[in-house]
Each structure stands twice: as structure tokens, then as C-alpha cells.
């Protein structure tokens, strides 16, 4: 669903339902992040709907954070690589 372009105007309008199922899967298997940010309307633009959910992912607590982590392997790898992870992060 998300190659479909959608107006902001139309984001704006939809109900909660609606809104995560489109744009719960940005964050694979985190639909939370989707369910949260509806709260945060009007966007202004689309933009801001990835502005909102970047936010409530950055301010989740850290057990919410590694959730959402080890539901993208790549991202984990990623972050393991850089040195970003703690050691017992990196043998989970």
C-alpha cells in the first residue's frame, strides 16, 4: 500500500484504522509507531507524518527501541557494525 501516493489532505482525513494499516509497515512488526503518530495530526505534509513517527521512535524507551530493532535484522547488523550497540546487545 505505501506505493500508492496519497495527498496529505487524504492522511489527514483518514481514521486510525486506515492510517496504520498504510503506514504500519514502515516499521516492520512496530505497527505502535503508526498507531501513535495518528495522534499527532494534521501533518503538513508528508514529511511530517515521517517526522512524527522518526520522534516516536527517538523518544520510546530503550527496551521499545531494541524491540523495534530486532524486528529488522538489517538494521541490527547495521548498528552492530558501526560499534553502536552495547556488547549484550550485540550477543542477542
Do not use: C
Given at each position: 500500500?505505501?506505493?500508492?501516493?496519497?495527498?496529505?489532505?487524504?492522511?489527514?482525513?483518514?481514521?486510525?484504522?486506515?492510517?496504520?494499516?498504510?503506514?504500519?509497515?514502515?516499521?516492520?512488526?512496530?505497527?505502535?509507531?503508526?498507531?501513535?503518530?495518528?495522534?499527532?495530526?494534521?501533518?503538513?505534509?508528508?514529511?511530517?507524518?515521517?517526522?512524527?513517527?522518526?520522534?516516536?521512535?527517538?523518544?520510546?524507551?530503550?527496551?521499545?527501541?531494541?524491540?523495534?530493532?530486532?524486528?529488522?535484522?538489517?538494521?541490527?547488523?547495521?548498528?552492530a557494525g558501526?560499534?553502536?550497540?552495547?556488547?549484550e546487545s550485540?550477543?542477542?
Open positions: 500500500m505505501l506505493n500508492t501516493k496519497y495527498a496529505i489532505r487524504e492522511v489527514n482525513r483518514m481514521d486510525e484504522s486506515t492510517f496504520v494499516s498504510i503506514f504500519g509497515s514502515v516499521y516492520e512488526q512496530s505497527s505502535w509507531v503508526a498507531e501513535a503518530a495518528w495522534h499527532h495530526r494534521p501533518f503538513a505534509s508528508l514529511d511530517g507524518v515521517h517526522g512524527a513517527m522518526d520522534s516516536l521512535v527517538q523518544g520510546a524507551g530503550q527496551n521499545r527501541q531494541m524491540t523495534l530493532i530486532k524486528a529488522h535484522p538489517e538494521l541490527a547488523g547495521r548498528l558501526s560499534g553502536q550497540l552495547t556488547a550485540r550477543s542477542e
